[in-house]
């Protein structure tokens, strides 16, 4: 699972900031929810702040039962989504917590 996560990290770091057009740096990626075949993640600029969230599909896994026939995202995962997103700050150290030198801890 991390390997997958520091391989989505270097992805977007490939990416400029559609704003500023800036290179993203892979620490302002932060995955908000983990479902076996999709990620929503969000990618922070760390020049101009600018936000984005992206759905990011991931393979099937090669051991998935055909009798899984679950959304990989859920009505319900997009309700809540939803309802974090219209009243969050943007204050990502409030919400997780600094680190020991002031910045936000690795999972
Ligand atoms: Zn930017």
Redesign the pocket.
């Known amino acids: 699972m991390q390997a997958r996560e520091e391989s989505l990290r270097r992805h977007f770091a490939q990416r400029?900031?559609?704003?500023?057009?800036?290179r993203?740096t892979p620490e302002t990626l932060l995955v908000l929810v983990r479902r076996p075949r999709a990620w929503v993640v969000m990618a922070v600029?760390?020049?101009?702040?600018?936000r984005g969230i992206f759905l990011v599909s991931l393979p099937s896994p090669k051991r998935q039962h055909f009798t899984d026939t679950s959304p990989a995202v859920s009505t319900r995962d997009v309700v809540e989504m939803r309802s974090f997103l219209d009243t969050f700050d943007g204050d990502f150290l409030s919400l997780f917590g600094a680190g020991p030198h002031g910045r936000l801890a690795a999972d």
């Open positions: 400029p900031c559609k704003v500023c057009h800036h993203q600029c760390a020049h101009c702040q600018h």
